[in-house]
């Protein structure tokens, strides 16, 4: 195998994950624990390594920017700094996008769907790319944690109201459980013994309860996020990243069901997107060429 290759950079707070990507598919990987400095350095060493151990030349460096959650499309500067040192010490030319992106156009890279497709993570924040025609559209402008899903909606920090990242982030629901949690009176201690087999099921029931409602707004969320894509760009197919395995699992029945409810035919496919880690690094390098 002499055909060239790409490497693909994530940069997270506590690390940088390498990875060298044949076609559409990770060869390769080098993780760094971050200590604060000489961060290009360390990266440029992972980076001569992956080449010795490629089997073919490597071309380029396409980078995966995690945007701070809360803010979303904050300032880059600080990532585009840390790709151009490394480019320069590696002589490699580089490109990047932010990671709702490189997930779409990574699972769009494997995918057989036809039509625009979109893709959502759901992590700390809530963050997604559609890509049309191949191409992620406007990645630097377009970011899907912030559609509105109900203009009179929560504030966000990004200054809208009603982003989907107010409903679906785990920031979001970790929030607002806490805001059920402490409604919740807690009994007298004169009261305690009598009533604290009662008001301990009360209690459970509540959490249920709660529990429930946060699934059922997040949700209703993603289905009329979705619905909103379907609209504005055709997409056809909505794909869904969870950190965790089951979130998506209990998010997506009510979600499908809001979308169909209110969009009818029109309502895109939801469903789990089909990659893991990979699907950001391989987005990320479609996007270099
Ligand atoms: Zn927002």
């Not at 779409?104 to 559609?130: F, K, T």
């Not at 630097?140 to 679906?168: E, M, W």
Request: hydrophobic share 45%.
């Amino acid at each position: 195998m002499t055909e060239p290759l790409l490497l693909a950079i994530d940069v997270r707070p506590g690390r940088i994950v390498l990875a060298t990507v044949h076609r559409h598919r990770v060869i390769d990987t080098r993780r760094l624990e971050r200590e604060g400095c000489d961060d290009a350095a360390r990266t440029a060493a992972g980076i001569a390594l992956l080449r010795e151990r490629a089997p073919g030349p490597i071309v380029g460096l396409a980078g995966v920017w995690r945007p701070e959650a809360r803010l979303g499309l904050a300032d880059p500067r600080g990532f585009i700094a840390l790709l151009e040192d490394v480019g320069a010490r590696t002589a490699l030319p580089t490109s990047w996008l932010p990671h709702g992106a490189a997930l779409a156009l990574g699972e769009w890279s494997r995918s057989q769907v036809e039509g625009p497709l979109a893709a959502l993570a759901l992590d700390v924040g809530v963050a997604g790319g559609v890509v049309l025609d191949g191409r992620a559209f406007a990645p630097l402008r377009l970011d899907l944690g912030h559609v509105s899903v109900d203009p009179d909606g929560l504030k966000c920090a990004c200054g809208g109201r009603g982003c989907l990242h107010t409903y679906a982030s785990e920031t979001a629901m970790q929030l607002l459980a806490r805001d059920v949690e402490s409604s919740l009176e807690l009994p007298s201690p004169a009261d305690r013994q009598q009533v604290m087999g009662s008001h301990l099921a009360a209690r459970q029931a509540e959490k249920v309860r709660s529990t429930h409602v946060l699934i059922a707004r997040a949700g209703r969320a993603m289905g009329l996020a979705a619905g909103h894509l379907a609209e504005a760009f055709g997409v056809v197919e909505v794909r869904v990243r969870g950190r965790h395995p089951d979130q998506w699992r209990v998010l997506s029945a009510t979600a499908a069901k809001v979308a169909a409810d209110v969009y009818g035919e029109r309502a895109p496919r939801l469903v789990a997107a089909e990659s893991s880690e990979d699907a950001f690094f391989v987005g990320a390098v479609a996007a270099h060429s």
